[in-house]
């Protein structure tokens, strides 16, 4: 994946749906979890702190995906 983009940050949860909905329409993404990472180096983040990224030539379509399953 290259010329990637912040899509969205929110839950895991949350993410995680998007992510899945994403990949039934075939676009790809990556997940940043800050949760896990904070874990791992021994201390928390916030809730709302995983991120999804999408590379940019799909950021119209994945808008109007995510808009109207929403």
Known sequence: MKNLIKFR???AINIDRIAGIL???GI???IKD???AGNIAGFGT???SVE???EK???QEARRIIDNVS
């Open 34 to 36: 800050q949760n896990a």
């Open 9 to 11: 940050t929110d839950s």
């Open 52 to 54: 999804i990224f999408i």
């Open 57 to 59: 030539e799909h950021l």
């Open 28 to 30: 790809p993404s990556m």
């Open 23 to 25: 990949d039934e329409n």
């Open 46 to 48: 916030i809730d709302n």
